[in-house]
């Protein structure tokens, strides 16, 4: 069960400027409820699935955490209710007591608006604070993991409401957010030269802790395509029976399909004869020109094996990257979600983000429609469980 | 897991007077609404248990009834959506597909304003025909049936939206429903002679199928109690090691128990000392002249063990019952539920109610403070699995 | 998960004639092990169902009851070795620890030859002590309650030995044991007259606890099955479309067909276009002459309903069963497992046998081919589980 | 759930030399029945962890990959019984049908004196080919591959009855089998400089799969341990509360510790107020200065975390493993089993090995007491889930 990263968060070195913070802040909070906008209050309540957090929840941890890592120690703060920590914490056991996650679509109080009442709450307090300039550079160390904490957030948010959706029997669309568009690739495969490269984050920018420690590592020559794989490459892996041969699969994607009848990608239904997928603009036929989406890892693997490919190392997509466009999905990758050299997790609950989920887990890299603007980077490390598929997460290919 | 008498139904053989089939049309279905009035939007969408159905699933399904097996033969009547049937069909397998009982939760669609919307146009169309006159007797005797099973329904509604406030950490107050009163007994045990007595029913007025067979049973002597065991009483079990001590307690008894970390009575909580217990108007310390609420079969067996004392047949508590008052707890007994002697369950989808679920369960006589006005009578038979709790259940006890 | 009637027993009220006993308790020791004469060793060690117990474990619980109950208590008495308690308790949670029931077949050791060696150690001091004539009347009473013990541990032995045969790929034959006959009956129903019986077990024969109490009933006009439900008459009810029917079934038991992808009683098997049931000589095709077999209380009942006909009472089967022939086959009752009136269990371990399994389960009242020689009665009671099939479990029908 | 590895295999690229392959057959095969003595039949048969098989078992399925992938195409051979195959394939999804892996446990036949007549009916028809000297060079590979698997089940057929030996509440010894001895070093840090390095398997020598395709990886400034951790240095990270304090453990490790009550190594028990452990010599105090054993990957981890130090990646292993002894304990990496650049696996059934084991996996290096001699190699990749610590697993430390 996924229960981290968008709780994940980034390591702070050194000083951020305090100047825009206020404009930032105020923009990536308002994002997060512009977002919610198109639900209805029933939406932001419910939790189809142990993976899924209702909208409701995130707008309240998303604010829990600035009133805990900020304000709670700043004189004079007054708590909005002492029961938000309880109901909006998330798995940071150092912090305290919580509702379990598997109970979250259980809460029907706080209610939506005393949510929003929090959120207000805590965003006039921040805003005040901000305007004072009576912000430290620790403060606004730790604001800057909050915004991009909330940023995570944002993605989850709108994948989580997809699937609440797109698990109702009525399909109610959500808007007119579009989910894929054509690549105008060539279809030209990238060549990479075998050689020692340097990957992991360096300088000035914003990152999180498991990014940090550039280091080196040796690279095989690589050849890696420059386009996604396209639902019409997926449906002729379907239709030439992809999922009824084990061969292709590892041990434990085949106990998966078989356990839970999986004969497409998640959202795909078979109706009167023809592929229909649920996207947030409502239930339409499947497009045979746009990327694949809302595969597992196990997929994206035994995809690749069907057509004698494999998925790329995250050392290698870091080093390629350059030389293709991304940012449609979220790519699975070969490696699993392991520490880099030289890592070290921050000291105390900000330190449970990365670290204690490295195991278990792939990499994914890129990012997708769902991210908010300004969020991904080259050196950026996603991870799932690798039966997960409710991210918007596609496939490119490496030569064997 | 429970999954009927609410569901579940009554027999009807002759004809229903139409004259105040209007008022009382309009009294049952604006009692259903307004039991909503105190919840928020987002308490009608949550169902933190599998045996508990979301209030807005209540409201949809006991309109459902209506429009499926009134309005839907009429001509001229036109249906409010089709998909209603799909997500208000509770378990009636002859009548095609349904949510899964376990999803009642995860749908936030069709939203509360929806739901309200469809009882409003099938209340239109019923009044329409009750005004009309036009009613057949057959209709008649269906409509009863669907104004018994709405009374059903608000039974579940309330003890339903109970479990999912007193299941919040916030344990909100619903309001100031009273749920228990002291009994002002004398606490002068009920005689009853051994001889052959006539239980079930007979004669004119309204009942379900499962009573039907007035036969003759052949008691002992019985000495049964004219009041309720109290808080008190059951403190006292509680407090000499009653949940510890297996050899009051029915092997299965003992196993869940220990599987679920059983203590006390469900809605009781030990805080700083003393018991509290979770009402409809919020969290309160145990009143110990009160009668003791929410135990399930196993305990209330275990609590007679314990007492040396037995639960009385459903035999015994309907031939004693003149006797001494009730009408506050579901009283459980010491009777499986079966078939009565001649037992033969209504053709066709309206006879899938009782009959299919006589197995597994205990009988429960009386009513409860949840029951709705006029729906009790001594030959009713409700019945429920042995480790449920949810109910306003109690405990009378004979003499061993 | 059944777990007792075996270890249940009985009750004893007065002195037992110590003449004879030695000779019945050599014949009903020697008789549990030449039931498992034609095992290997390695058949005497699994469990393939946590509701079947290894041969070897039945070998040594039989044992542990007469030492436990009353060796131990005898000046003198070296036991054997103190881990046999440990490993050879059952349920009796006033004795202390014990293997979890689903451990048994987990237990390597002791090793067949040891279990044998306790059997004689044990047989040989109790043999000692009825040849010395010191043996109390209230010894006698617990030694019969033993050797009853026992012939109910010989038919589960017997049902738990088929299990573990004809679970396995091999389909290896036990030998020439004779599992039905054919009736020979004119098909005549038995007709029973409306009014007031008597029931349950009285005078001077051996007894459960749970036959105790004779007490009267009323019954209705009845006409019950002079002879028991073909493989004939099942197949038709399968070939109607039975299994796939939910109209016929209780609800749980709809729920059971599908979870468990039942379609035929346990041990058929449909190869080549027919059916082959596995008995202790092997596999071999179904005989539509006999009496069917293997079916759970759920099956049964559908098929009652299906015929439109139902399963006799307890109380019905006991006042009828003079007048047709059993023996062959456990007959599933309407009734559930419950006390008698006045019932009183037995104070001490001795006690937690039959009251503490009175909860969702069904009686069944006749014997079957593996039961005791003299072990059966008209008043037995025996109880399952309504979805246990692997005892000699067979269906007749009352008329509705 | 593990299930492989020892199924699992090599590849073959090259004639293996048919002198002395006769000879090498009959000392693998008889180590395999050596191995065995010390048991009783009962021993042979049970399966009391789903990740265990029975000794049976191991002796059938070894015996079975010669007479699959050798025998079968001879003319001439005739099959021991058509059935063998059936209840001895593993995983081998193109070989056919086969018994559940969970379900092993529950075949009381084929008895064992029948396996053993199937091994020298085996053993018989191979050594007649070895000794006509017909045998092909790629029947010789797969031969070869034969034994290496075959040592795989050694290795599984110890720490499984191990585990048989060790849950039995008797606690029977093995035999005079030593598990561990102390470690002579100095506690002096082996250091390796940065640089580039090449890894994985080349040459001669024989090898499996997965650790082909030598290959260059750059590794950062290393120190790594001379020496195991001892159960000393354990045992203090146990009584500083390592048990319970989640800032050390994965969040998955956690989650672990707490649904399995997991407070030491396994086969640990605390008895008395001191440390005791199951070996195959039977129950003894823990030696504080023995090399610690049967611990998870998460326990290595959360160690290691608790330490202030990392486990070494199995890059860094194989580069230092020169420098230090090793093959008592298989030592946890911080490696996934990932594929090595350029992997592929060998085309048919006898592909089904490594390559659909490498997810959700991490890698273990070096060998332990119960290798086979002369079958670890420093390129060596053996694999389990982190949960997993049956095997004789240990921790060496590396500086963070």
Redesign the interface.
């Known amino acids: 069960m996924k229960?981290?990263s968008m709780d994940g968060n980034g390591a702070l070195e050194k000083e951020i400027p305090v100047t825009h913070l206020l404009d930032r802040y105020k923009r990536t909070r308002n994002r997060t409820v512009s977002l919610c906008a198109p639900l209805?209050?029933?939406?932001?309540?419910?939790?189809?699935a142990v993976f899924v957090s209702p909208p409701?929840w995130h707008l309240g941890h998303t604010t829990w955490f600035f009133e805990q890592f900020i304000l709670s120690g700043i004189a004079g703060y007054k708590l909005f209710a002492k029961?938000m920590a309880?109901?909006f914490n998330s798995?940071y056991?150092?912090v305290g007591e919580r509702?379990l996650r598997s109970?979250r679509?259980?809460?029907?109080?706080?209610?939506?608006d005393e949510v929003m009442a929090y959120r207000d709450h805590v965003d006039r307090a921040l805003e005040k604070l901000l305007e004072a300039g009576s912000i430290t550079p620790a403060m606004a160390g730790i604001l800057e993991l909050g915004l991009n904490h909330e940023e995570q957030h944002q993605e989850l948010l709108l994948t989580d409401l997809k699937y609440?959706?797109g698990?109702?029997?009525?399909f109610?669309a959500y808007g007119p957010f579009q989910e894929s568009k054509v690549e105008n690739g060539i279809s030209c495969p990238v060549e990479i030269e075998r050689g020692?490269y340097a990957i992991g984050h360096s300088g000035e920018g914003y990152h999180f802790d498991n990014e940090l420690g550039r280091?080196?590592?040796?690279l095989?020559d690589l050849t890696i395509g420059d386009m996604l794989v396209t639902n019409g490459d997926y449906l002729r892996f379907m239709e030439s029976g992809g999922y009824s041969e084990?061969?292709h699969?590892?041990?434990?994607?085949?106990q998966w399909l078989q356990e839970n009848d999986i004969k497409a990608p998640l959202y795909w239904h078979h109706m009167k004869g023809s592929w229909y997928n649920y996207t947030l603009q409502g239930l339409a036929p499947v497009d045979r020109t746009l990327p694949v989406c809302h595969v597992s890892?196990?997929e994206a693997?035994a995809f690749a094996e069907w057509k004698g490919m494999?998925l790329p190392t995250e050392a290698e997509w870091e080093v390629a990257q350059g030389r293709f466009n991304w940012g449609q999905r979220w790519e699975w990758t070969?490696?699993?979600y392991?520490?880099y050299?030289?890592y070290?997790r921050v000291p105390g609950a900000l330190g449970e983000y990365n670290g204690?989920?490295?195991?278990?887990q792939?990499v994914l890299r890129g990012a997708s429609v769902a991210t908010a603007p300004g969020h991904s980077r080259p050196t950026y490390r996603n991870f799932f469980h690798?039966h997960l598929r409710w991210q918007y997460t596609g496939i490119r290919l490496a030569r064997?």
């Open positions: 229960s981290r209805r209050v029933e939406d932001h309540v419910v939790q189809p409701k029961d309880f109901m798995y056991e150092a509702v109970d679509g259980n809460m029907s109080r706080p209610a939506l609440i959706l698990h109702n029997p009525l109610p020692v280091h080196l590592v040796h095989e084990h061969d699969w590892h041990s434990e994607g085949w890892f196990y693997f494999r070969q490696s699993a392991l520490p050299p030289g070290r204690k989920f490295m195991v278990n792939m690798p064997r």
